[in-house]
């Protein structure tokens, strides 16, 4: 946190941190399933796919704690949950290493609610059909597959983080809710639309129409990559 005070050191620092907690959460699970039933939280294992912290509460009629632990930490930290804390994020952060195209990806308006609605559908169908645990968990675990595909394939061709952006319904609840945080970032009349600033954003929140209108756009994570790259931030 000392570090991430200067915002050139913010890209680096942040990396650190979100792997580290990474590691952690996955570490956690595989000694849990090692026998430490202890380290699985409540004694039981819940896949580590985002999706879930959605389909699973949907699927069985009831909370869990993934789903609290969620919607505490969005009050607390918005839409950073997706730059800091998402253990799957941060993988795909390393996928997309190096600077990003500028160009937006305009499939992302269709795709994002696409993918949460049918998440949330499949969900509700599914329970409503009575269908077993064991095809539900088959499917989900094939959802998660598919979003590491996406990072190794997409992601690290685009610059962009891809699953984060587009594929994951998590991302998308956390645009939505972010409001509920009462952190912000703006566009001061600093800037004289360099756009330096795009090419180190990975949740394509920084076109030039954003930029223009004086804030990012509705995936940004309050990151901070930009402001380091920004040759009039402070």
């Not at 169908?125 to 190794?152: E, K, S």
Request: aromatic fraction near 10%; glycine fraction near 6%.
């Amino acid at each position: 946190a000392y570090k991430m005070q200067d915002v050139k050191n913010v890209p680096q620092y942040r990396k650190i941190t979100w792997l580290l907690f990474t590691i952690v959460f996955f570490g956690q699970m595989v000694i849990g399933l090692l026998g430490e039933e202890k380290f699985l939280m409540t004694g039981k294992l819940h896949l580590p796919i985002p999706m879930m912290i959605i389909a699973g509460p949907l699927y069985r009629a009831q909370l869990s704690v993934m789903t609290i632990l969620f919607l505490s930490t969005i009050l607390l930290s918005g839409p950073a949950w997706c730059s800091h804390l998402c253990y799957f994020g941060s993988l795909d952060n390393l996928a997309a290493q190096g600077k990003t195209k500028v160009k937006p990806l305009k499939i992302l308006k269709v795709v994002k609610p696409a993918i949460l609605a049918l998440v949330i559908a499949v969900a509700l169908i599914f329970r409503w059909m009575n269908v077993p645990m064991l095809y539900v968990t088959i499917l989900a675990v094939a959802f998660g597959i598919a979003g590491i595909l996406i990072m190794v394939f997409i992601s690290g061709k685009k610059k962009k983080m891809i699953h984060c952006t587009a594929y994951c319904p998590i991302g998308t609840v956390v645009n939505i809710l972010k409001p509920v945080n009462p952190f912000r970032m703006y566009i001061d009349s600093n800037c004289d639309t360099c756009m330096k600033c795009t090419a180190y954003c990975k949740y394509d929140a920084l076109s030039l129409k954003n930029i223009k209108n004086n804030k990012p756009g509705f995936n940004c994570t309050l990151c901070g990559d930009c402001l380091s790259a920004c040759p009039n931030s402070s």
